[in-house]
C-alpha cells in the first residue's frame, strides 16, 4: 500500500471513529443512569438470592407473605431462563401493566403497581443497565402460593379493581422538589408496596398511605414513615433523616435491619444529595396518619 493509500485509510478509520464516538458516550451515559434507576429501584434485592450467596438478578429470593411464598424470577440478559430474548416494549409492558411478553399477568407481588408511574425513557434506562450485566443460566424457582391465589388469570380482575395504571402525576400544587421527590418514593423506590396496609386481597390501602404495619414482608413490622408526630417521623429533624438514608442509623442510635437495612444499603445511600433532599420534602408532604405499628397486637 502506498502512502497516499495509507493515509487516505487513516483518514477513513479516524472518521469512522469520531463519527462513533459520541454514540458511545450516549451509550455509557445511559448505562451509567440506568445503574443509578437500578439501585434506586432496588432491583438487586428482590432478584437476587444473597442469603445463599447467588448470582446478582440471577433469582431465587424468598419473599413469605400472607398469600404464600414467592421466589424473584431471573432477570438477567440470560435468553433462555432470565429476559435476554426482551425488547424494549416488553419491558415497558411489564413494568407499565403488569403483563409478560407472552401475555400472563404477573402477581403484585412484583411491584409493577408502583413501577407503572415510570417514565419510558427510565424504563428503557433501566434495561440498559440490566443488559450491561452478565447473564446467567439459572431456572427460577416455582412460587408456592395458597389456593385460590395462584391463578393468573385472577389478576385480570383484581386489576380492575386495584390497579392504576401510570405515569407519575405529582399531587396538584407540588413544588419541583416534592414533584421529584413523589415520583422516587412512589415510582422508583416504591415505598409504599411495604409501608403501607393492605386489603385482604392484597392491595395496598391508599387511604393509610406510608402508615405502615405490624406484620409486613417476610413478617417484619415495617414503621410508619408518614410525618405524624408521635407515631411516625413527624419530629425527626432533616439531617436525622439524612442519617438514616445515608447509613440506616436512627435518632435513638439504633441501626434498621431486615428489608429496610438492604434498601439503604442498596438503594437510598447511592441517591445523589438532591434526590435525597427532594425524598425528605416529599414524606413531609403526605398526610400525617396514626398508627402505632409497634404496640399493634
Known amino acids: 500500500m502506498d502512502m497516499k493509500a495509507r493515509r487516505i485509510s487513516l483518514i477513513a478509520v479516524t472518521l469512522v471513529a469520531v463519527l462513533a464516538f459520541p454514540k458511545w458516550v450516549a451509550a455509557q451515559d445511559q448505562v451509567a443512569r440506568g445503574e443509578y434507576l437500578f439501585n434506586t429501584a432496588g432491583c ?150 411495604c409501608h403501607t396496609p393492605r386489603n385482604m386481597l392484597g392491595a395496598v390501602d391508599q387511604s393509610q398511605k406510608f402508615a405502615g404495619l405490624a406484620h409486613g414482608p417476610d413478617g417484619d413490622t415495617v414503621p410508619n414513615i408518614t410525618p405524624h408526630d408521635k407515631t411516625g417521623i413527624g419530629n425527626w429533624t432533616d439531617d436525622e433523616l439524612v442519617t438514616l438514608f445515608r447509613d440506616g442509623e436512627m435518632p435513638l442510635g439504633d441501626e434498621v435491619d431486615g428489608g429496610m437495612a438492604e434498601v439503604v444499603r442498596n438503594g437510598t445511600s447511592k441517591l445523589t444529595e438532591q434526590d435525597l433532599t427532594a425524598l425528605i420534602a416529599y414524606l413531609r408532604s403526605v398526610s400525617a396518619i396514626e398508627n402505632d405499628v409497634f404496640h399493634t397486637h
Open 44 to 193: 438487586a434485592g428482590c432478584h437476587t438470592d444473597s442469603k445463599n450467596n447467588g448470582a446478582l438478578l440471577a433469582g431465587g429470593r424468598e419473599l413469605k407473605t400472607p398469600f404464600g411464598t414467592y421466589y424473584g424470577p431471573n432477570i438477567t440478559a440470560d435468553p433462555t431462563h432470565g429476559i435476554g430474548t426482551w425488547s424494549d416494549e416488553d419491558f415497558i409492558r411489564a413494568l407499565r401493566d403488569g403483563i409478560s411478553p407472552d401475555g400472563n399477568h404477573y402477581f403484585p407481588v412484583f411491584p409493577y403497581t408502583s413501577f407503572t408511574k415510570m417514565t419510558d425513557a427510565d424504563m428503557r434506562t433501566l434495561k440498559a443497565y440490566i443488559f450491561s450485566l452478565p447473564p446467567v443460566a439459572k431456572p427460577d424457582i416455582p412460587h408456592d402460593i395458597n389456593f385460590p391465589f395462584g391463578f393468573r388469570f385472577t389478576m385480570f380482575f383484581w386489576k380492575l379493581l386495584f390497579f392504576d395504571k401510570g405515569p407519575y402525576t405529582p399531587p396538584p400544587g407540588a413544588t419541583p422538589e416534592v414533584a421529584r421527590g413523589g415520583y422516587i418514593a412512589e415510582a422508583l423506590a416504591h415505598c409504599g408496596e
